[in-house]
């Protein structure tokens, strides 16, 4: 959606909101354990299931059953919290499924119009790649050459005229008075080809090109260099309100404040080991010249 894959992307909002809810699914059945005075182990020995089971179930790590929560309920005799509590798995469950009903509409819809609303409402953007360039500085074949594949991968409509368009009318937002823009790419992402080697020349050349707006401040980590961090993956910080990450089966918010600090954090780390200006530059055009 940001960057390179959208494998298995549900809308951001509700993988949060899904996450959240099932940490605080499994908070009250702890506090209903807890309330019938039962440790982890009993209450395991009781429904017929590990302890560690219990303990993931609780700290929000696996989602419970229907079959779990009457069980679960009816050994601690709070029969009358099981209809709220089946509602609200009901819910989490929803929100993991809605990418089916998205990705039936094809890779646009995936992209999601709400993404853009985002990209309106945020004032400065701190942007970490380790492998892609980032979706706002992609030219349209680079976009097309990496989209192709996932259409084809996760088996949807073939729509990427559409998709393409959409992700080339998001990157008018660079333009927009008010914004800045905080880059830090891997040396890698130069050297990772979507597509021909005309593809990724002009990839390059729009870099160059981008570096140059007053409002993009762009680094790049050379390959071989100290540094005291290493970013395991991609992940966009929109404002100080909100992070986004892909991994290879979803797509992640971060809306906790101690973990926003901690992504900052690691931003700061990053940018402190990228090169700027000419340096950057030289990277670039080293990796045309090859």
């Known amino acids: 959606m940001y960057g390179s894959c959208p494998l298995l992307i549900v809308t951001t909002d509700r993988t949060s909101s899904a996450k959240q809810a099932r940490e605080a699914l499994g908070s009250r059945l702890r506090n209903i354990r807890k309330g019938a005075s039962l440790t982890a182990r009993a209450l395991a020995s009781a429904t017929g299931q590990h302890f560690t089971r219990v303990s ?11 079959r779990d929560i009457h069980t679960w309920c009816q050994v601690c005799r709070a029969e009358s919290e099981i209809t709220e509590l089946t509602a609200t798995l ?18 646009k819809q995936v992209l999601g119009a709400h993404t853009l609303a985002r990209y309106k409402s945020t004032d400065v953007f701190r942007i970490y790649e ?18 192709s594949f996932w259409i084809k991968f996760l088996g949807l409509p073939n729509d990427l005229d559409d998709a393409v368009a959409t992700r080339m009318e998001r990157q008018r937002i660079l333009y927009r008075g008010g914004k800045r823009f905080v880059v830090v790419l ?38 071989r260099v100290e540094r005291p ?14 992070v986004a990450l892909e991994t290879p089966t979803a797509s992640i918010e ?6 926003l600090a901690l992504y900052a954090r690691m931003f700061e780390a990053l940018k402190s080991s990228a090169v700027y200006g000419s340096s950057a530059r030289k990277l670039i055009t080293d990796a045309l010249d090859s």
């Open 229 to 242: 961090a290493v970013g395991s993956a991609g992940f966009w910080v929109f404002d100080d309100t909100l």
């Open 90 to 107: 009901r819910t989490i469950e929803s929100a993991y499924v809605e990418f089916r009903r998205q990705s039936r509409a094809g890779m």
């Open 56 to 66: 993931k179930i609780e700290n929000g790590v696996q989602t419970p059953t229907e």
């Open 186 to 223: 891997e040396e890698q992402a130069l050297n990772t080809w979507f597509g021909t080697a005309e593809i990724q020349a002009g990839q390059l050349d729009r870099l160059l090109a981008v570096m140059s707006l007053p409002n993009v401040s762009f680094g790049i980590i050379p390959m």
């Open 130 to 147: 380790h492998n892609v360039i980032p979706g706002l500085f992609q030219t349209a074949e680079y976009t097309a050459a990496m989209l």
């Open 254 to 259: 971060v809306t906790r404040p101690n973990e």
